[in-house]
């Protein structure tokens, strides 16, 4: 009988039957999977070629205890007496654990035995192979390990997005409340204007880490001096500032400092790292932002006397929804962990690091910026600071066109306050009636609406005389690369993501 188990014949036959083995034989060492063949009592008679590169033992090893010094200890147990139990019952056996391969390394497998019956059903031999299946494996790991950070995310985000909007619904009753006390209702507007440019931070930070994770965020790079930056987002984060009871100071040498960057990208990561320290810094604690040059770099740096991070944690503070332990609910939760990871990928792309260190909890932080200084310096110009109370000095014919009422409404009466004659309308096909009776110096459209979208509303605006001279300005709650693609051809003049802030609404109405 051969390792198969299979007669061989006399003469011719067994010529035959000799190359047949031959060719079985090569087949069965080049298959992918290790297989092995054996007794009935399961003592091994056969292993293929690839059984012995991996695991470097001979049959004669593995019936000496083999399989107990290649099977992972972990699943030596469990794989053991459902094999038994197989074998007394003479059934299919199936099972994943790991083996270990002669250099020590563990990989996961699927080994499978069947059992070979006579006509009787009394089983004679056991053929099994061992499939590798580690990609699998660490493909079914990575997945969980996304599903339960999507989880965790998804809960997170509705807390976070919870915070702001409690008291923008408590604001709303107090001025209700209180439409005589002047002071009580200034006072409740500026706090519902915090929270309402806190949530529209928050879905702008969703917005651009979504961006990043496609390759699709584009710098609007010029050159720029960091002290600018760095007085725009101080005065960003004064409120926050205050309202922790910090006390901020700055130092450096007060020299220009320049870099090719994106002035609003830049902005946007010193407020973060400035919000990062507000938030983790008790109340009455002090917060440090020092920038200078340091060799070919511009080095921005923020420390504070705040809780500070275990060292061993270190190293996971720039993950996506990274959350470290310390940063507890005392210190007003732990936030959705994407604020770090977002600044690691501004300053990535602009050729820059960021890094952090801490002593230990209770230690405070410092995390420090570093970004490529420009080799030649610009002739010191003027700032110029637009003033953002200030009104149009020309009235304007605006036509503000969107399907949701309450959109309309706000933002026509906030026109008419500054000077300008608004007329309004709720779908596309009522857009284009009224522009052709009104003659609008501007339009402020949403894209998804009845009858007519914005899209064909506008391509309809600009076949007109009026249209064609009129400013036409996208408003949307879209603002991807293609979004804005799609809007400039369609006859757009401009893309605006909702919601629209005061600065640029003026802006647009003077220009």
Not at 235 to 244: L, Q
Not at 463 to 486: F, M
């Amino acid at each position: 009988m051969n390792q198969f188990g299979n007669e061989s014949g006399t003469g011719g036959g067994q010529a035959r039957a000799t190359e047949g083995e031959k060719r079985l034989s090569m087949l069965a060492d080049n298959m992918s999977q290790m297989a092995y063949v054996a007794t009935s009592d399961m003592h091994v008679e056969w292993v293929n070629k690839r059984w012995l590169d991996y695991t470097g033992m001979s049959v004669e090893e593995m019936n000496s205890s083999g399989w107990g010094r290649i099977v992972h200890p972990e699943d030596l147990p469990t794989i053991g007496d459902s094999f038994k139990e197989a074998v007394f019952k003479g059934e299919r056996w199936e099972k994943e654990f790991r083996l270990r391969d002669k250099s020590g390394e563990y990989h996961w497998f699927l080994s499978i035995s069947e059992p070979i019956k006579d006509e009787s059903g009394r089983v004679l031999q056991w053929f099994g192979t061992n499939t590798d299946i580690t990609r699998r494996k660490l493909a079914e790991k990575e997945l969980a390990l996304t599903a339960k950070n999507t989880d965790r995310f998804l809960a997170t985000l509705a807390h976070e997005l919870r915070n702001p909007l409690a008291p923008l619904r408590n604001g709303l009753h107090l001025l209700e409340m209180a439409p005589e006390d002047a002071v009580f209702q200034q006072e409740t507007r500026a706090m519902m204007k915090r929270q309402l440019d806190h949530l529209v931070r928050l879905v702008d930070d969703l917005m651009d880490l979504s961006r990043i994770s496609r390759g699709q965020m584009k710098l609007e790079l010029e050159e720029l001096d960091l002290q600018e930056v760095v007085a725009t987002a101080l005065e960003a984060s004064a409120s926050v500032m205050s309202e922790a009871g910090h006390h901020i100071r700055t130092e450096g040498t007060g020299e220009s400092i320049h870099v090719q960057g994106d002035r609003h990208r830049l902005v946007q990561v010193v407020s973060h790292l400035l919000a990062n320290a507000a938030k983790f810094t008790d109340s009455g604690g002090e917060v440090t932002l020092t920038l200078r040059s340091e060799g070919d770099h511009a080095l921005l740096a923020i420390t504070d006397t705040g809780i500070g991070i275990d060292p061993a944690a270190l190293p996971e503070v720039f993950e996506m929804f990274a959350q470290v332990a310390a940063h507890d609910k005392k210190h007003g939760g732990k936030g959705l962990g994407i604020g770090l990871n977002l600044a690691k990928q501004i300053i990535g792309l602009h050729g820059g690091t960021i890094d952090g260190s801490s002593e230990g909890t209770g230690m405070g932080s410092e995390f420090k910026v570093r970004i490529p200084l420009l080799k030649r310096k610009r002739a010191n110009q003027p700032v110029v600071v637009a003033n953002s109370d200030a009104t149009a000095e020309v009235r304007k014919r605006i036509l503000v066109v969107d399907d949701n009422k309450d959109a309309v409404f706000s933002m026509g009466v906030m026109l008419e306050k500054l000077g300008h004659e608004v007329v309004t309308a709720h779908d596309g096909e009522e857009a284009v009636q009224k522009g052709a009776a009104f003659k609008p110096h501007l339009v402020l459209m949403d894209l998804g609406m009845p009858k007519l979208n914005g899209l064909e509303a506008c391509a309809q605006m600009r076949q007109a005389d009026w249209g064609k001279q009129a400013n036409i300005v996208a408003l949307s709650g879209w603002g991807q690369e293609e979004d804005r693609r799609i809007s400039a051809e369609a006859g757009f003049d401009h893309h605006v993501v909702k919601p629209i802030n005061r600065a640029t609404l003026l802006h647009l109405v003077s220009s």
